[in-house]
């Protein structure tokens, strides 16, 4: 495939315009640290929404997310909470409050405020830290894989050259998305990521529209079975279909007991939600709003500016089944490797002038993704590596540097394990469900239980992120081969009895930290014996919410964007009756919403 002029006029504008925004703030990002990395809480609370859909947009995710609707159909739904797809509901209903009210600039900093200046503090930071660079370092490489394997597609010049298309491809591509990174800072990030979420948003709609009519108006060589039609998880995938049929799913595969897994998938889910921000450049940016009202509105615009991506998955993958006619064996290349059907259908299926802002789109999607990650990460290093170990006396400029420094690092792993790395589901296993599940209980822990003290979250994080490398180094010998149903819940659990175990056995947290944590933050859940002497110092003190009002709206908020979410992809796939009935309860969970959740917002001047 070749581009036309237009769609090379497209793509290089935009190319253009987003390294200019990068440079235009490169001097207000410069005149301090929490300027580039908070753009000093200035910034309004929807643009910071925008730019954290934006984020969640990822190109490599949708690929993948393209491939489960065209293997499993509607219940791809289900598999999405694997990520924490509705974790927008919690930020709204009373996480982005807490994070927000901590008033710190990384996850790593609020350690110390959950558990103290002291050891406890340093040693619950300096795990968390780690985590967060090991975290993000995977995750850029799995981006940078993504959009390697998609970039193939439309540059056919890389075939040419005496190095595999691929990695050719990602170097590229990451190396242009990382000079606006490095240069703008958070800033630079907000106001790109706000512009791309327009984009986002109007090629996501192009794109389900055009597979919703391609499957209205033809007949596909290969018709989905019955039940990929079916939103109800099924225990078994078992189908009547040939063994070669890309609906075919193997008794080995994962997604085959479904039921077990799609109850794995949602206990992590669910748990992942309210753990607080997942993606580690998530916390910066709920710090970046004015204020915890701010924070809930964000959450809330966050999840629904996020509604496109599904949409959008749903017709690329009525595109590929459709099929595109100068591409007859289309079926045959997506049956061995169903991620490369997103590109084959943008690259093929696309009138020019479309297929180039349909591009900017998708670019804009990564470069989104990918430079959130990179500020995020940047900050971890910055602030609690460099500034805390190396120079604690660093003035701002010179911590500004830093971050040019660490964020061109971040683009140089990203790099490098992208050249590595050879598929985007190892990647997104081995970062979802198994290191994920080394960190998981001790970050839901730290927001309910007072008890836990930095000991006890060290040593559960470090014996989780020791035991998830281990992992891989087994299956990758051969030596372990156990579906990720039994091997997530082992290594959680073990997780939870190291860290529950130390945690009783040190000595607690100090009561002035907690009785501050408690004041300031407000959390729930085994929080009694602190509430007592918060109560017995200050009679008067109550908290803005109760929990109760939290839970109740978090409860309503979770089935409301889950139906958000679904309600589009089923007009997508011509199913219009349970569309319009998807419409009707979303507008019922609406009013129920505004008149649970809307009234008890924080106050703007808290």
């Known amino acids: 495939m070749t581009f036309s002029t237009l769609d090379t006029i497209i793509l290089a504008s935009y190319v253009a315009a987003v390294i200019g925004v990068g440079f235009y703030v490169k001097r207000q990002s410069a005149t301090g640290i929490e300027s580039y990395f908070l753009g000093k809480r200035q910034l309004p609370w929807w643009m910071l929404a925008m730019s954290g859909s934006s984020s969640y947009f990822d190109i490599t995710g949708t690929m993948w997310i393209v491939s489960l609707f065209v293997i499993l159909g509607l219940r791809a739904m289900w598999v999405q909470f694997v990520w924490g797809f509705i974790i927008a509901a919690f930020y709204m209903a009373y996480m982005g409050k807490w994070v927000r009210r901590s008033g710190v600039m990384t996850g790593s900093e609020w350690m110390v405020t959950r558990f103290g200046p002291g050891r406890q503090g340093d040693l619950a930071r300096l795990s968390y830290t780690l985590y967060a660079i090991l975290t993000i370092a995977a995750f850029l490489g799995y981006t940078a894989v993504g959009m390697g394997k998609f970039g193939v597609e439309f540059m056919p010049f890389v075939q040419k050259l005496p190095f595999k298309p691929e990695h050719v491809c990602a170097v590229i591509i990451i190396g242009v998305t990382g000079v606006y990174v490095i240069v703008g800072g958070f800033r630079g990030m907000i106001l790109v990521e706000f512009f791309q979420t327009i984009i986002l948003t109007t090629g996501a709609v192009i794109i389900a529209a055009l597979g919703a009519r391609a499957w209205a108006a033809g007949s596909p060589a290969a018709p989905p079975p019955p039940d990929w039609w079916s939103l109800l998880p099924a225990w078994t995938m078992a189908r009547d279909v040939p063994a070669d049929s890309i609906y075919h799913i193997a008794p080995d595969s994962v997604y085959y007991l479904f039921g077990l897994i799609t109850l794995v998938y949602v206990s992590k889910g669910l748990l992942l939600c309210a753990s607080g921000p997942e993606q580690l450049s998530d916390f910066q940016k709920f710090l970046a709003v004015k204020n915890p009202r701010e924070a809930s509105l964000m959450g809330m615009l966050w999840g629904v500016f996020h509604t496109v991506r599904f949409p959008m998955a749903a017709g690329v993958a009525l595109l590929g089944i459709a099929g595109i006619p100068e591409m007859p064996d289309l079926l045959a290349k997506i049956s061995t490797d169903p991620e490369k059907v997103m590109p084959l259908v943008v690259a093929h299926s696309l009138p020019s002038g479309l297929r180039g802002l349909v591009m900017a789109a998708l670019l804009a999607a990564f470069m989104g993704a ?140 100090d009561d002035e930290t907690l009785k501050k944590f408690y004041r300031t933050v407000q959390p729930a859940g085994g929080w009694g014996a602190v509430e007592k002497k918060v109560l017995a110092e200050d009679p008067s003190f109550k908290k803005e919410t109760p929990f109760r009002v939290d839970l109740l709206s978090v409860s309503l908020a979770v089935p409301w964007l889950a139906v958000m979410y679904t309600t589009p992809v089923l007009f997508v796939v011509g199913r219009t009756t349970q569309g319009l009935i998807g419409l009707a309860i979303l507008a019922a969970l609406t009013v129920a919403l505004y008149k649970v959740w809307w009234p008890n917002l924080p106050k703007e001047n808290l």
Do not use: C, H
């Not at 911590?399 to 792993?413: E, I, M, P, Q």
């Open 370 to 509: 990918f430079s959130a990650m990179v500020n995020g990460g940047a900050s971890y290093v910055v602030r609690d590596v460099y500034q805390r170990y190396l120079r604690p006396q660093a003035g701002d400029r010179e911590l500004v540097r830093a971050g040019y420094a660490a964020s061109a690092a971040f683009v140089l792993v990203g790099i490098v394990i992208s050249l590595l790395a050879t598929s985007i589901d190892t990647m997104l296993t081995w970062i979802m469900a198994t290191l994920a599940a080394g960190v998981l209980l001790p970050n839901v822990m730290r927001w309910y239980w007072a008890r836990l003290n930095g000991y006890g979250y060290f040593a559960g994080t470090m014996t989780g992120m020791v035991l998830s490398l281990v992992q891989v180094i087994l299956e990758k010998a051969g030596w372990l081969a156990e579906p990720v149903y039994i091997t997530f819940p082992a290594l959680a659990l073990t997780v939870m009895v190291v860290t529950i175990v130390v945690a009783l056995n040190t000595p607690d947290t």
